[in-house]
Each structure stands twice: as C-alpha cells, then as structure tokens.
C-alpha cells in the first residue's frame, strides 16, 4: 500500500503522523496551504523505497516550487501526491516490526539513526541497531520496550509515548496479517514528540482473504502490467532488472533458476512460478507475458515435472511457438518428461534443450544476442 495509506491505518491506533493531504490535481494544493503555509513537503506516492535518493520527496518553499514538483511528479510518476506539514525535527529513528522467517516470529527492530536504508546501517554501522524476538504468545511484554528505549539513549520523559506507539504498531502488525510494519523515520519534534515521518506496510498475501479491507487499498496503477496480467491468470510473475527471461514450476525451483542464471555471469528478467497445478493455457499465458518482455533478450525454461507434467507443459509450449523469436535454454525433466520432450522436438523454435543443469549453465554462458 502507499505511505498515506500505511499513516491512516497509524493514525486510527492513536500513532502521531504528521497533519498532511494527498492530491492528484494542482489546484488542490491550495486549500493545503492556506492551514499550513511553506514549508510543506511532497511525496510522490509510488510502490518503491529511496524515494528520497530518487528525488520523488522534494521540501518546497513558495509557489513556483510547489508548480515545478507537481509538474514533474504528477502523471508521469505518480498519479497521487501527498503534501504534508514540515516538521522541525530534533532526532530520526527507526522502528520496524518484521517477520523473523528463521525463528518463526516476529522481530521488533530499533536503530538510532532513521530515514536512510536500514540495510546500507547495518553493513556500516551494525552497533547503531537492536532488536528482539517477539513471542506471539505474550506479545510485547514491557521489559523489551524499555530495552528497546534504553539502547536508543533517549529523554526517559518519552518513555511513555515510546511505548505507546511500540504497543500499537505491534498491535497493527499482529491485527492485520503484516509482514513488514515500518515506521522511517520516527522523529522527534522541536516539542519532544515522537512522529511518524514515513511508514511502509507489507501484508502476508496468503492472509488477505481475511482482510477484504485491505485489498480495497490496492493501487494497481502502480504494478508493472504483466504483474497485473500475470495474476489474472494465477501466475507468480515479478519484473526484475536483468535480461533472461526465467519460467520454473514451484517456487524453490524458480528460486534456483534464477540463481543458476546468475552463476552464469548473466541477470534474471523476471521470476516466474508457474506453480503445480498449472494447465496448458497457464504454461502459454507464462510464456507470453515473459516472451512480450522488450527487456528479455532470452529465455531459461527449467521445469521438473511433477504436478505440473512434462507433456501438460510441452502442450502449453506448442501452442506459443508461432510467435517465438528469441533464444531459449529449456530443461524437461520428471514426470512424463520423453512425452513432452517428444512433442517439443517436433517443434520449430529457437531453442536449446539441455538434460540437467550444468549443461544448462554451459548453454546459458555460451548465449548470444
């Protein structure tokens, strides 16, 4: 969800956000700045973190400023911006709530210095952060908030509100299914409050049929459309940087393909998780959405047959060849696997079909385009 929406649901548990409006139109801003006056900062509102170092939160002080960042943010990256109050702040912090997938339950996180990557903080300055095991049974007991109060050398006259908002946020995180609640930075004013500057939010998917709320906060304009595309027919597909096209069945399988690619000096396109129990119309919508890709040079299809069949693949295969252009690296292996391997030979596409995975690596190396 986007940041306005992550501080509504702190602002209903009684955690401070910063007084602020989302807009889509410039003449919105107006009745903003009649309460408030300059300084006042906008953030584009887009799925994505270091908006920051992307120039997307920009502090604007007079109304040229205001017009240029509208301008510029509005439309073309952003379809909503939210304005807020400029706070003058004393401290930044961190506080985050996160699922530990090591120990099976949720960490609380606190670190001294907020409102940069908290991943770059940990590398450079590890002593600067502190965390805790949170046993779902007692939830967040006192102790381990004054822990976390303590380690942050703060006025112990904020102990109170410190605690509050740990209580709540832990509350939210439990509540709504959370696998990420991030509040960066949490400020502290020039009137010794705390502050939730930004806040981030990520839900368990697999919960969300619990929450029908929250998936009325979904903005799909900021999705990359095969995502979108890519859902409507049961896929897990995600966008990522590289160049080769990478299609799996299971979730560990398309995990390793896409470290196998790596190996092999190159980066993956995408990840894509055709699962189980997908039918021939899912393995040729896959192969669609990954081959439309203009960023795909090639293609690594690594399935092992088992649910999923060989022959139910190479099926879903077939009817995609007509349009087939860049190369492709496919493994067919398990179930039914000559059967689909007798129907993809019969094919004309540009493809290598290899018999394990360090052939697959050699072939994926060797790729030209």
Known sequence: IHEYQAKEILKKQGIPVPEGLVIEKEEEAYNFLERFGFPI???????????????????????????????????????????????????????ALIIDRKVESPRIIVGKEGGIE????????????????????????????????????????????????????????????????????????????????DAKMVFDDNALFRHRDILELYDPVQDDHREIEAKKYGLNYVKLSGDIGCIANGAGLAMATMDLVKEAGREPANFLDVGGGATKDMVKEGIRIVHSDPDVKAIFINIFGGILRCDTFALGFKESVHYLHKPIVMRLSGTNSEEGLSIIKELSAPLILVRNLKEALEKLRELKY
Do not use: W
């Open 41 to 95: 900062v906008v953030k584009a509102q887009v799925h994505s973190g270091g908006r920051g170092k992307a120039g997307l939160v920009k502090i604007v002080r007079s109304y040229g400023e205001l017009e240029s960042a509208i301008h510029l943010l509005v439309g073309k990256i952003s379809h909503k911006l939210l304005l807020e109050e400029c706070e003058n702040v004393k401290k930044e912090l961190y506080l």
């Open 118 to 197: 908290v991943e770059d903080v940990a590398k450079e300055k590890p002593y600067s952060i502190f965390s805790q095991i949170v046993d779902v049974r007692y939830g967040l007991l006192p102790y381990q908030i004054r822990r976390l109060f303590y380690f942050l050398d703060l006025d112990p006259a904020l102990l109170g509100d410190f605690s509050l908002i740990c209580e709540r946020l832990y509350r939210i995180f439990i509540n709504m299914e959370c696998t990420l609640c991030e509040i960066n930075p949490l400020a502290i004013n020039d009137n010794d409050k705390f502050s939730a500057l």
